[in-house]
Structure formats: structure tokens, C-alpha cells
């Protein structure tokens, strides 16, 4: 499989991986990036606090942080690869209570917001943002995780 999920924290989330599993597959045929491999990682706050303050220079956790290979003009693998997406599953479990809604949707929304973000998506203009937010919706609603 061209998506790995590696669960790095003593929750038992296999429902949760199946489905988020599920929906990156659609996502990449959708996007149609068939070729490409990438990496889930779920973390704990302090592992993403740590990734966030090294790396982003913003001391504290976040709820998901991707690091896109495709950035590196010195990286240029045979295969297509992507690169990392970092996940807190305290922020996922804290944000999916806040929304109202499951913690298998907010994992799997985000799973799907890091992936854009590997694929050159962003959302610090106005525009740029509707276009990441109205794809992210589309890819989850077509696969049935919702609200």
C-alpha cells in the first residue's frame, strides 16, 4: 500500500486507520496521484509540540504538521514521495469534542488536510483556503465521514 499509518501512541485506533486508509486512497484516485507514497504518523502533544517548535519555530502542539518532500529540489527519488504527515491524536480527541463530531471524521479530516498540504494545497490566501477547505469536504462527503 502507498499510504503507511504508523499509530506511535498506546491509543487502539485500527477502525480509525481502516477508515483513514480508506479515504487517502480515495483522495489520491480523485486527485489522481495514483504514484505517490506518504506517511501518517500519530503522536501524542509533546512529540508534535516538539516537531512544531524545531521545525516551525512555534513553541507549542498543533494538530497536524506535514513535511512535503516535494518542497526539497535536492530530494528526487525514482518513486514519488510525498512525505510525512504528523498527527496529535490529544488535539484530534480535543478538536472532535469541540466540533461535536467523532474522532474517526476528525482523524480522517486531519489525515486529508496534511495530504493537500504534501500535494501544494495551502490556505493563507482567502482563495487558496476555499479551494483546500471545498476539496477537503468533497473527498470526505464522497466517502461518507461527515459531521
Known amino acids: 500500500m502507498d499510504v503507511n499509518i504508523f499509530n506511535e501512541t498506546d491509543e487502539k485506533l485500527d477502525e480509525e486507520i481502516k477508515l483513514m486508509l480508506d479515504v487517502l486512497n480515495h483522495g489520491k ?25 524545531e521545525y516551525r519555530g512555534v513553541d ?16 528526487n527519488p525514482e518513486e514519488r514521495i510525498l512525505g510525512d504527515i504528523y498527527i496529535s491524536i490529544d488535539k484530534a480527541k480535543e478538536q472532535s469534542e469541540s466540533y461535536g463530531h467523532s474522532l474517526k471524521r476528525e482523524l480522517c479530516f486531519l489525515a486529508v488536510h496534511g495530504f493537500l498540504h504534501l500535494l501544494g494545497y495551502d490556505h493563507m490566501k482567502e482563495e487558496d483556503e476555499k479551494v483546500m477547505f471545498s476539496l477537503q469536504e468533497e473527498i470526505l462527503n464522497e466517502m461518507g465521514v461527515t459531521r
Open 29 to 53: 484516485e480523485k486527485l489522481n496521484v495514483l504514484d505517490a507514497i506518504f506517511n501518517v504518523i500519530i503522536v501524542n502533544n509533546d512529540y508534535i509540540h516538539n516537531l512544531n517548535r
Open 60 to 75: 507549542r502542539e498543533t494538530d497536524v504538521i506535514s513535511f512535503a518532500l516535494e518542497d526539497d529540489d535536492t530530494f
